[in-house]
């Protein structure tokens, strides 16, 4: 993993659903095989819980970027320290290290599970935007899909011509059960595409501020 700088000592940051919900901040003990050992997260020294098969966001930083990937974890240990095995991820994705300001936005968004390369992949799906920035997107839709999935994704309101790709971050079904709420960053994005998005919401806030003062 040199390439995304993840490794021994390196401080990480686990993002945990359910009744712990939060974000905590930990270290990687041990890289080996196909897993990880990670110090099991605290507060004021009393540990976290997790279970085996828990599914957990981890982020991390170093002088190359800011990098995410999801991860299960396998086992659970109390000595010598409290800690937790985790499933070494298949892709860690390298995003922005600065915040983007997230503007509503009203409007189609066309996705899909990203195709696995030589594949056709399936249909776009419709979906209705949430919000947008040079981070990422919000989605509601009727797609049926899981935290890490990756998507491709088409935005009619935005001036590019070919499909933008994203990993979803956040997912949580509407009351009804009948569509989908996600958070996807986007991902592999060259910097004067992300300088598009942020130039054409930023155009799209001054025309509101224009519409509001009529």
Not at 159 to 188: N, S, Y
């Amino acid at each position: 993993m040199k390439k995304t700088g993840l490794q021994e000592d390196q401080e990480i940051f686990v993002e945990i659903k359910g009744s712990q919900a939060g974000v905590y901040a930990t270290k990687v003990l041990d890289i080996e095989g196909g897993n990880f050992k990670m110090a099991a997260p605290q507060i004021q020294g009393v540990t976290i819980p997790l279970n085996r098969g828990d599914k957990v966001s981890i982020s991390y930083t170093t002088p190359r970027g800011k990098f995410i990937f999801m991860s299960r974890v396998q086992e659970r240990f109390r000595d010598p320290l409290p800690h937790y095995i985790l499933q070494r991820p298949d892709k860690i994705y390298r995003v922005q290290r600065r915040e983007y300001v997230r503007v509503e936005v009203e409007g189609r968004i066309y996705y899909r599970l990203r195709p696995i390369d030589g594949e056709e992949g399936s249909d776009f799906s419709t979906g209705r935007i949430i919000d947008l920035s040079g981070g990422g997107v919000g989605i509601k839709g009727p797609l049926k899909i899981t935290e890490g999935n990756e998507l491709e994704m088409e935005i009619p309101l935005l001036p590019i011509a070919f499909p933008l790709l994203g990993v979803v971050r956040r997912l949580r079904e509407d009351k009804k059960g009948e569509a989908h709420k996600m958070g996807v960053a986007f991902v592999d994005m060259e910097s004067n595409l992300r300088e598009k998005i942020i130039s054409w919401l930023f155009e799209y806030q001054r025309s509101l501020q224009g519409a509001g003062d009529d």
